[in-house]
């Protein structure tokens, strides 16, 4: 076994040494996907057996077959979402998968709004919100692409169990590759630059955003969320455990009204946690609907 | 201006409701009142006869997933030893919901149930109840793999323990696989499965056979 300096040189040669077989990687790979629905395949073996041998390392494990038993441990948790943190990107930055944001405009919000009137409100939740992109994106994407913006009463609601990102959030100062995904004159309208490599977003975005501390696995806080609209959901039902991934989604479906939408990340699927919603397969993107309300 | 700044939901309110009443509301007409009912029992260890007795009867699904859902959060051998009947339903809706939540409720709550349900004549029965244990921590499901591998007289059953195996298994099952490949010599896709578990257990590679 090499000593952890030389594996985290990241080098293939160390790797190998570690002597994670393929048998032990395919192994790994299907309790990962039971678990979490994430599933990797031959052309991800360097970056999970780099991070599996960083966690045995870490965990005193001399080899892989000890660790693997140890995750199926009753006091096993913890392990798993630390392992599970290092093998999902867990990354933010405007306009990311901004195909359901097209979505959002160009399909949901019509359906949602037909036979509302003026004035009336339209509520967007965007949980998990980290440290702010994904919601000042929503905001940000409907001023420019929605032509009935000004049509409705818009609140978006941004939740986070962690409160030092949400404080970041509420900041709305970026760096530039968070904003790397913005187009040029968007950055110009929308931000204003503070030194070489900081970006403020204007007042009028951050004040369109009520940012509130919530455990999503907490079912009489989430009881408090109600007449929502939309929400974003997107890449945090991997981190929880089956019967939480059901608890939560059960939780969103009476937060939603009848006919509202869930967007949820790229490598999730509703089908796969609660037969409740109805799956909404629209040009931009696939979805999730409660059933009911007007079509 | 588009946006407006939402109210900072608070906590809502415990339900004014008695557990009675909430019980006697799991049978009201109207499914949004049922569900609702279902959702605000999941802290009421004392109502978990009552969900599951609902269970059966209630034909909306999203209501059905709510009495689940609650009974999975109460959790424990009593709601365990509930639900497991229902591993018998025909309806596959309730077989289904019952094997997903005793998977949810966990290896300690479960497993006095899920012992009774290995032996039972039913195969199908025995199959579902092997499924729970895939989502059980392997050294706890091995004895019961093992039991099945090295005792069961059906091949589905036998199949179905060696796909959980494969998953879950130590080197302790090496054996008992073997034994099993040669219990049933005549059938060539449990020797098939029989293969690949060993191989997967020890960490052999296999020399042929479906990619993946």
């Not at chain 1, 037969?275 to 609907?289: E, G, L, S, T």
């Not at chain 2, 309730?94 to 290896?107: D, M, P, V, W, Y």
Request: with cysteine.
């Amino acid at each position: 076994m090499p000593p952890l300096s030389a594996t985290a040189t990241g080098s293939r040669a160390a790797l190998d040494a570690a002597g994670i077989t393929e048998s032990d990687y395919l192994r790994f790979c299907e309790y990962f996907y039971r678990r979490t629905g994430i599933a990797f395949g031959d052309n991800k073996r360097y970056f999970v057996d780099k991070r599996l041998i960083e966690r045995m390392h870490a965990t005193g494990h001399g080899s892989f077959e000890p660790y693997f038993l140890s995750l199926r441990r009753f006091d096993a948790q913890a392990e798993i979402e630390r392992l599970t943190n290092l093998l999902t990107v867990n990354e933010t930055y405007f306009y990311r998968e901004d195909h359901q944001f097209h979505c959002l405009s160009a399909s949901i919000l019509p359906e949602v709004t037909a036979g509302r009137r003026h004035g009336d409100r339209v509520r967007i939740w965007s949980m998990p919100c980290s440290t702010g992109e994904e919601p000042y994106s929503i905001a940000i994407h409907l001023l420019e692409n929605w032509a009935r913006v000004d049509d409705f009463n818009i609140e978006i609601i941004a939740s986070d169990i962690d409160t030092k990102v949400l404080r970041s959030a509420a900041e709305g100062l970026y760096d530039a590759r968070s904003l790397h995904r913005l187009p040029r004159d968007l950055v110009r309208r929308y931000f204003v630059t503070e030194g070489a490599d900081r970006f403020r977003l204007i007042d009028a975005i951050r004040q369109s955003v009520s940012f509130t501390t919530l455990n999503a696995s907490d079912p009489a806080a989430m009881r408090a969320y109600a007449g929502v609209d939309v929400i974003f959901c997107r890449n945090m039902l991997i981190y929880f455990d089956d019967k939480s991934r059901k608890q939560v989604v059960e939780s969103f479906y009476d937060s939603l009204t009848e006919g509202g939408f869930i967007c949820l990340g790229h490598s999730e699927s509703m089908s796969r946690i609660s037969p409740i919603f109805k799956a909404r397969a629209f040009a931009q993107a696939i979805v999730y609907q409660k059933p009911g309300g007007p079509r | 201006m588009a946006f407006v700044r939402a109210a900072v939901p608070g906590l809502a309110p415990p339900p004014a409701a008695t557990v009675e009443e909430r019980v006697a509301r799991l049978a009201d007409a109207d499914p949004t009142v049922r569900r609702l009912a279902a959702r605000s029992l999941a802290d009421a260890p004392v109502a978990a006869a009552a969900l599951a007795a609902r269970i059966e009867d209630e034909a909306d699904l999203r209501v059905r997933e709510a009495l689940f859902g609650s009974l999975v959060s109460i959790g424990g051998t009593d709601v365990a030893a509930l639900m497991a009947p229902f591993l018998r339903s025909q309806d596959a809706g309730l077989r289904n919901g019952a094997l997903e939540s005793l998977k949810q409720i966990g290896a300690e709550s479960c497993r006095a149930a899920i012992d009774a349900l290995v032996v039972d004549a039913s195969p199908d029965v025995r199959l579902l109840a092997i499924e729970v244990t895939r989502a059980w921590p392997g050294p706890l499901a091995e004895p019961l793999l093992r039991q099945l591998i090295e005792t069961d007289p059906h091949v589905n059953v036998c199949g179905a323990a060696v796909d959980v195996a494969t998953e879950l298994g130590s080197a302790a099952l090496l054996a008992p696989l073997a034994a099993l490949r040669a219990r049933f010599v005549d059938e060539p896709f449990l020797a098939f499965a029989v293969d690949v578990a060993r191989a997967r257990i020890a960490g052999w590679q296999q020399p042929s056979g479906p990619k993946r």
